[in-house]
């Protein structure tokens, strides 16, 4: 191509070693390289205290503390780092940075900056660095420096800032990052860059500063009036040059400010809806490639956040008034989320619900969409997950019901299989809204379907609803049906 | 959970949605004492559906965030030398490397040798300087394209544009748009990176004037207080060499001149 040079042309061997090395790292969907900590305890112990982890941040979530900074600093009395986080002054910040930035020593200039980024976790140092005028200035022309090891170390002093539990931080770099941004991702992903973690980094930032309190009022209506939204959609868009790392950090930032509900109507224009539900289907696909090869995936992490994003989206008025291409309506999307499920059912359980609940929205309004789940032959699958947790099954039965709810033509594909036997088994559950739920369907299926009230008295339905004679939420529902079964 | 053969092919398969059935509702439906309706679900964020979701996410951060306060060992390799002509960096990283290469070698303009760090960046310098029709047609309408993506505006002159990246996408007002070659050195063979007003002993003052050239290099640090003169010069990172030309190439480390 005109003016630009390629990488072709190098002929002494060393080159060709590292070429050999770019494609072997580039499987985008294989799990990062994790560089652990020699353990020194046991698996089950590892397990038990994740389980300790999570309990704790569950409590923290209930009390609306989830988003403190200090959690994610896992205290952790194994860390060997060997030395405590020193407060840092600004005169000796701005020695630091200066150093980083100007010193003729690659190696001062690197130590300079680990030194930076030790004090910076502290809080005065901090503090003390965003009073500092211009820091956040050089700060952003480290994190563009054509040396990789500055980059590095200026990201990962990002990181450290961003934990300040002020959002100064965050704000204060909030102007820089359509810069950033531009600089950053013009990049191509067969090189391991150190700009990719830059992205991450700042990624990770932004999604921070998303979360303040005051986000919604203040930070959202800017981020949405600036170019942001379309270069984080651009970062999410499927295809070789995705980056796994920086995508979950940007969709994590596009799941705060869609639940916020500032403007999601410019989202949708920006095309939004297209470019996750791609990004689902891509998803998808790679989940199919690994299970086979046995690799082990962390797609999950970005599964959640786009699966948030797209049901939100999906309830927008909106949607409707933009053109086809904007909207969601291939059924593909439908396939890919069944085998997402899938894979959730043996690996991440937790993210069940939420898949289920992009399901709901997708087949809530639309005909089509419950019409696929018919013909790919869905229904069978979907039942099966009846039987993981009380959430998942009101989950399977709701969306059981936005199909039933269509008529008669919806409910004669729906018929015989395995469903009659799956509604009783429910119907011995003792959770109230499964049961509920399952009372709901059953009137879809008497109202629209022939022969069902007689296939249900057959199989002993009217002993099935018996011992929900009782309940006070049930009780209405239950002798409407036995009412229709035995009098029709 | 098993999931029908053809759902795979599906996938791969062409997008279409499915000519929906025929929908035909019974009023009774859903009426006392039922009450379902078939209805899309938004929650918003402190919403407890998100509790699973979140507390994975936090775990997720936690593992990242420890593995980059962690100093990771980075693989040694035996020292070796960019192979691009002129360039002689030394490296004994691979990581360091290709992010040497890529920022600096990559994107090169074979026109001037002008570095960029993007192929879109590349492209738009070809345009904006070495493509005769585009003078012809910048003379009659706006087109200076913003250099943001997603942004739509264009500009009578690389001026107004640089402008509006500073007033409007906040780029910092120090950005620098590489100045066009009047250096009084010989042409340097090697990556365009823009030497510093010391070491070609010139008055390096920027005239606003010029048209610009798109190209990332940052200034220092804030400037001194008000009475001193502003750096503008550019400086070369310092183990970078030069076939010819900048003294401040030759600061000796040991790593230098192995390729000579």
Not at chain 1, 336 to 357: D, M, N, R, V
Not at chain 1, 417 to 430: H, M, R, V, W
Not at chain 1, 442 to 463: D, E, K, N
Request: a negative charge; hydrophobic letters at 40%; proline letters at 6%.
């Amino acid at each position: 191509m005109r003016g630009r040079y390629r990488l072709s042309g190098l002929c002494s061997p060393l080159p060709v070693l590292i070429l050999v090395q770019i494609s072997s790292s580039s499987t985008m969907w294989s799990r990062r390289q994790r560089r652990l900590r020699p353990l020194s305890c046991g698996v089950e112990e590892l397990r038990c205290r994740r389980r300790e982890r999570e309990a704790a941040l569950r409590k923290a979530r209930r009390e609306q503390q989830l988003v403190s900074k200090r959690l994610l600093r896992d205290e952790d009395p194994e860390k060997a780092e060997g030395y405590v986080a020193v407060i840092l002054g600004e005169a000796e910040i701005q020695q630091f940075l200066r150093l980083a930035q100007r010193g003729t020593e690659e190696k001062e200039r690197e130590k300079a900056l680990v030194s930076l980024r030790r004090g910076l976790q502290h809080p005065e140092t901090q503090q003390a660095f965003i009073r500092l005028e211009g820091s956040i200035r050089t700060l952003v022309g480290l994190l563009t420096s054509n040396q990789a090891l500055l980059q590095l170390e200026a990201a990962r002093c990002l990181h450290e800032l961003s934990h300040s539990e002020q959002s100064t931080v965050a704000e204060a770099c909030l102007p820089a990052t359509s810069y950033l941004l531009t600089y950053l991702s013009g990049h191509s992903s067969d090189f391991i860059s150190p700009h990719l973690t830059v992205l991450e980094a700042l990624g990770y930032a932004l999604s921070q500063l998303l979360q303040a309190k005051e986000a919604p009022e203040k930070i959202i209506p800017s981020v949405l009036g600036s170019p942001l939204p379309q270069h984080m959609l651009q970062l999410l868009q499927p295809g070789p040059k995705l980056n796994l790392g920086v995508a979950v950090e940007f969709a994590w930032c596009l799941h705060y400010i869609i639940c916020s509900q500032v403007n999601n109507a410019l989202l949708i224009t920006h095309g939004a809806l297209s470019t996750l539900g791609l990004l689902l289907l891509d998803l998808a696909g790679a989940v199919q490639r690994t299970e086979d090869a046995g690799l082990e995936l962390v797609g999950e992490e970005l599964a959640c956040p786009v699966l948030r994003c797209l049901s939100n989206l999906l309830t927008e008025a909106a949607v409707e008034a933009v053109g086809e291409q904007m909207q969601l309506r291939d059924e593909r999307v439908v396939a890919a989320l069944f085998i997402l499920l899938q894979f959730f059912l043996q690996k991440q359980p937790s993210l069940l619900p939420e898949g289920l609940w992009l399901l709901n929205n997708l087949t809530a309004n639309s005909p089509s969409f419950c019409t696929s789940l018919l013909s790919l032959d869905l229904i069978e699958p979907l039942l099966q997950l009846l039987s993981v947790s009380n959430v998942v099954s009101v989950l399977v039965l709701t969306v059981v019901c936005n199909i039933a709810e269509k008529g008669p033509a919806y409910c004669q594909r729906l018929w015989p299989g395995p469903l009659l036997p799956s509604l009783l088994d429910t119907l011995a559950f003792s959770d109230t809204e499964v049961v509920g739920q399952s009372l709901e369907l059953l009137q879809l299926l008497f109202l629209y379907q022939p022969g069902a009230v007689q296939a249900f008295l057959q199989q002993s339905g009217l002993q099935a609803l018996q011992r929900h004679e009782e309940v006070a939420q049930l009780q209405d529902r239950v002798r409407a049906l036995q009412q229709t079964a035995q009098h029709g | 959970m098993q999931l029908p053969p053809a759902l795979h092919a599906r996938l791969a398969g062409a997008p279409g949605e499915a000519e929906p059935l025929p929908v035909e509702r019974d009023p009774a439906a859903g009426t006392t004492p039922f009450r379902f309706a078939a209805r899309q679900v938004r929650f918003p964020r402190e919403h407890e559906f998100f509790e699973d979701g979140d507390v994975q996410r936090h775990l997720y951060l936690q593992d990242v965030l420890t593995q980059v306060a962690g100093d990771p060992e980075r693989p040694r390799v035996p020292e070796f030398t960019c192979q691009v002509a002129g360039c002689c960096q030394v490296f004994d990283a691979l990581e360091d490397f290709e992010h040497h290469y890529h920022t600096l070698h990559r994107n090169v303009c074979s026109f001037c040798k002008r570095a960029f760090p993007s192929g879109h960046l590349l492209d738009t310098h070809i345009l904006e300087w070495h493509d005769s029709l585009f003078q012809i047609l910048a003379e009659r309408q706006d087109m200076y394209q913003c250099l943001v993506e997603g942004c739509t505006e264009k500009f009578r002159t690389s001026r107004d544009r640089k402008e509006h990246l500073v007033t409007r996408h906040l780029y910092p007002a120090d950005f620098r748009f590489d100045k066009p070659r009047k250096s009084k050195g010989p042409a340097t063979p090697g990556p365009a990176v823009q030497v510093s007003a010391e070491a070609l002993g010139g008055d390096q003052v920027p005239s606003e004037g010029d048209a610009m050239e798109v190209c990332f290099e940052h200034t220092e640090l804030p400037p001194e207080p008000s009475g001193e003169r502003r750096t503008y010069g550019h400086r070369i990172p310092s183990t970078i060499c030069f076939g010819q030309g900048a003294s401040r190439g030759f600061k000796s480390t040991k790593k230098r001149n192995k390729h000579q």
